[in-house]
């Protein structure tokens, strides 16, 4: 994750400058620091810094000084404003200027080391997707399978659109990758893209979150805040769960897509607003519309461009590449070579339903590559409940009812419990699921 990752801290203040580097340095990255813009400049040239993280004020030139020099000089540099006075218009300014991020002194160590993964994490799509002449390699996102074939092209067509785009799928199946994917091959690509995630947002604070407020419009809002659609100007705004998204919000959400424009809470200033809506949910929103719980109007401005994103277990034999993908990927981290995985494991991995999907596999794949200190990995050290679910290999005596009540209750965990897309699965038809379900039970094989 935080492989080859050079960051350069500036900031006149000494014990700013050491809680980076207390909180940095042990995540892996690479942590220069200097207390003056003017020093930090040659360094830029030096030592091929990946992110800038700069204070605002200081005493001769400034953040924005250096926010400007960056830009000027390094596009590919990231940067992330520390601000350490109420300058939230400064933290605006800066953001338009081309900071990434920007962190409110005094700042907690998730609040710092989660700007610094989003920013690594733009800057790794960056080098994925500006690999000179061949075209970005599936963007960056593993997958060989038809299916994901079909999403690939569909983010291109996206990307090369300014449509807004609906993604849909289980949860942890890369739809999150997905926005970014197209966010950053769009014209968007140098303005932010700013997640937000609708079911964190409580519904007294909507109007606020989204659209800021100014100082002392409300009892608590001591200082003004810029909102996201602000901080998405120019750019993409990924309107993640957005079927968990409340009434209220769905009508807010709805007026500014329709208007173009925003007023922040406490003024009766319009601005205008430019941006890109992607969102996902891992609902069915064409159900939501017709239970009446999800509104139509909003529904079809977002779902112009759709993308669904497959199960894992309807990705064939990409389980494997995602294998290897995330072997490597954290035996990196961990300075180590990659463990094999015997034969059964790699079975029992094959055959295990996915519920969690790719999310799933890559927590169990960074659990074994640190816990796991013999290679290959073998089935023992597989999670009891992986390991006891397995059919008994070799065992030919089971019953064909037998093999196939296994084969439903598998098919219905991996499409949690949605009954029509099992019976797609199972290539039978909803009545004859019906009935063979009914028969499980009658039999008492329906309990665990
Ligand atoms: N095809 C893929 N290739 C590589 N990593 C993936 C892929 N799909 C998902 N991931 C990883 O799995 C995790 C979950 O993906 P995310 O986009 O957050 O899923 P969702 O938003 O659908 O819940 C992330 O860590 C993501 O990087
Ligand atoms: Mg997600």
């Keep these: 994750m935080s492989d080859d990752i050079r960051i350069l801290a ?30 930090a400049l040659p ?40 601000t350490g006075y109420p300058s939230i218009p400064g933290a605006v300014e800066a953001i338009k200027d081309g900071a990434g991020e920007y962190l409110a002194k005094p700042f907690t160590t998730e609040e710092l080391l989660s700007a610094v993964e989003r920013i690594v994490s733009r800057l790794q799509q960056r080098r994925v997707f500006s690999t000179p002449d061949t075209p970005p390699d ?29 993604i849909s799928g289980q949860s942890g199946t890369g739809k999150e990758l997905v926005a970014r994917a197209v966010h950053y091959n769009s014209d968007r690509r140098s303005a932010s893209f700013v997640p937000v995630n609708c079911t964190a947002i409580p519904d007294s604070l909507v109007e606020s979150e989204l659209f800021g407020h100014v100082k002392g419009a409300f009892t608590g809002a001591k200082e003004a805040r810029a909102g996201f659609f602000e901080i998405a100007h120019g750019g993409s705004i990924f309107l993640d769960e957005i079927g968990d998204a409340s009434p209220n919000m769905q009508a807010k959400l709805l007026r500014v897509i329709q208007a173009k424009e925003f007023t922040k809470v406490g003024s009766s200033r319009v601005h205008r607003v430019d941006t890109r809506i992607l969102a996902a949910t891992h609902k069915d929103l064409k159900q939501m519309v017709a239970e009446g719980t999800f509104r139509e109007d909003l529904f079809y401005r977002i779902n112009v461009v759709d993308i669904t994103v497959p199960a894992l277990c309807e990705r064939g034999d990409d389980i494997l590449l995602l294998i290897n993908y995330f072997l490597t990927k954290f035996s990196k981290g961990m300075h180590r070579t990659p463990p094999g995985l015997s034969d059964e494991v790699l079975h029992a991995l094959q055959r295990h339903p996915w519920p969690g999907n790719v999310r799933e596999l890559e927590n169990l794949i960074q659990k074994l590559v640190v816990i796991v200190d013999h290679d290959p990995i073998e089935i023992t050290d597989l999670p009891d409940a992986m390991r006891f679910s397995l059919p ?4 030919v005596s089971r019953t064909l009812a037998e093999v196939e009540y296994e084969h439903i209750r598998n098919v219905l965990s991996m499409t949690r419990d949605n009954k029509t897309r099992a019976a797609e699965v199972l290539g039978i038809n909803r009545k004859t699921l019906r009935e063979k379900l009914k028969r499980m039970e009658e039999f008492g094989g329906g309990e665990e």
């Design 10 to 39: 500036v900031d006149d203040s000494k014990s700013t400058l050491e809680v980076l580097k207390r909180n940095l340095l042990p995540e892996g990255y690479e942590v220069y620091t200097c207390e003056r813009v003017d020093e």
């Design 392 to 395: 008994r290999e070799g065992n």
């Design 138 to 166: 599936n963007f960056g996102i593993i997958g060989n399978s038809p299916e994901m074939a079909r999403v690939f092209r569909r983010i291109g067509k996206a990307a090369a659109s300014d449509a807004n785009v609906l």
């Design 43 to 82: 360094l830029l040239e030096e030592l091929d810094i990946d992110l800038v993280i700069t204070d605002y004020r200081m005493p001769q030139a400034t953040g924005l000084d250096l926010i400007k020099h960056v830009r000027g000089n390094h596009p590919d540099m990231e940067i992330m404003m520390i």
